[in-house]
């Protein structure tokens, strides 16, 4: 992190203002090894590998860690030669790609594939995520001006109040162990007229007859490297059925996805492109600590709970998407 990064921070735990307190090894300008301090209740917190951390790398979202160490760069446009990425991140926040002036603050960033998507609009992005993960979202944009990237917690964030233009929460809310408590955190952390973005898995049949919440009783508490192990040799098992019942009309990759096998052929991925991501996306649901999906009414309350003005919630992307703005 660059020392001037610091501005956007404060303490977790009183709100105070932090300051750089020690720099035990420095690169390109950037705090490599380091220290930060609060001014007021005069905590420390370490800055590791470049990235400031005010969690334990061990927590109910390692899981995540292991997931985005192992396809660090699978889910990225770059990699992909698809603007898989690039489609869902503007077409979900309907943000424009001109937001230089502004600052985004980004909540659970994964490897950090929306992090990049973020950037290319020129506002200084914030990105955090709790687990290890945010290693392997530095090693693809860390280096950038434009990029801030922390470890922290979402119920306890190391940010200032009132202090972001945009906020952007994918794919993370339904991980907690509280989605309400997790959701009326966020809107805090925007200035007025601040534009909040979240979305949430939908409650639906497959809470009862899918392959995934049946099986989630015994791999949830499986540890991540064995669980990655049984997936991958689950999804190759079940790869050449998966290959035929995905050629029938309309319903083949979702017979697929009810099987417990992850099926993105709808967005264009082939071949062993097509594999990874099952790879990747099998796991990602056999594997999460906490996996609550809901249903459209209960994420517009939400909304009008936080006070939230402009309100759009629908089915999208990842099941059920919404968009508000603080008073």
């Known amino acids: 992190m660059k020392e001037s990064f610091v501005e956007h921070l404060a303490c977790p735990f009183c709100e105070g203002d932090l300051i750089v307190a020690q720099v035990h090894a420095k690169r390109d300008e950037r705090i490599a090894?380091?220290?930060?301090?609060?001014?007021?209740?005069?905590?420390?917190?370490?800055?590791h590998r470049f990235i400031p951390r005010f969690v334990p790398n061990d927590n109910y979202a390692s899981n995540f860690g292991l997931e985005w160490s192992k396809h660090a760069r699978t889910q990225y446009d770059s990699y992909t030669g698809l603007n898989i990425s690039e489609k869902r991140f503007f077409e979900e926040t309907k943000w424009g790609r001109d937001l230089k002036q502004e600052v985004i603050l980004e909540v659970?960033?994964?490897?950090?594939?929306?992090?990049?998507?973020?950037?290319s609009t020129g506002a200084f992005v914030v990105s955090m995520d709790y687990s290890?993960?945010?290693?392997a979202n530095y090693q693809s944009n860390?280096?950038?001006?434009?990029?801030?990237?922390?470890?922290?917690?979402m119920f306890n964030m190391p940010f200032k109040k009132q202090h972001f233009d945009k906020?952007?929460?994918?794919?993370?809310?339904?991980?907690?162990?509280?989605?309400l408590k997790a959701f009326l955190a966020l809107p805090a952390y925007l200035k007025?007229?601040?534009?909040?973005?979240?979305?949430?898995?939908?409650?639906?049949?497959?809470?009862?007859?899918?392959v995934k919440y049946l099986l989630r009783v015994v791999t949830k508490k499986m540890k991540p490297e064995k669980l990655y192990r049984f997936v991958v040799a689950y999804v190759d098992f079940m790869w050449p059925m998966a290959t035929a019942i995905r050629k029938i009309p309309k319903i083949g990759p979702s017979i697929n996805w009810a099987l417990g096998v992850a099926d993105y052929s709808r967005l264009g991925l082939k071949g062993e492109l097509l594999k990874e991501w099952a790879y990747l996306d099998t796991y990602d649901m056999f594997s999460p600590r906490y996996d609550y999906p809901q249903s459209l009414s209960t994420v517009k309350k939400w909304f009008e709970e936080a006070g939230l003005k402009k309100i759009e919630v629908h089915y999208g992307y990842n099941g059920i998407e919404g968009r508000g703005t603080t008073p």
Do not use: M, W
């Open 108 to 119: 659970g960033s994964g490897s950090g594939r929306f992090t990049e998507q973020a950037a």
């Open 192 to 210: 007025k007229n601040g534009k909040l973005v979240v979305d949430v898995y939908k409650r639906g049949l497959d809470d009862t007859l899918g």
């Open 142 to 153: 860390g280096a950038k001006d434009n990029v801030f990237i922390v470890q922290g917690d």
């Open 33 to 47: 090894e380091g220290e930060l301090a609060c001014t007021k209740c005069k905590r420390t917190f370490p800055v």
């Open 132 to 135: 290890f993960a945010v290693d």
């Open 167 to 179: 906020l952007l929460c994918i794919g993370v809310i339904q991980h907690t162990p509280d989605p």
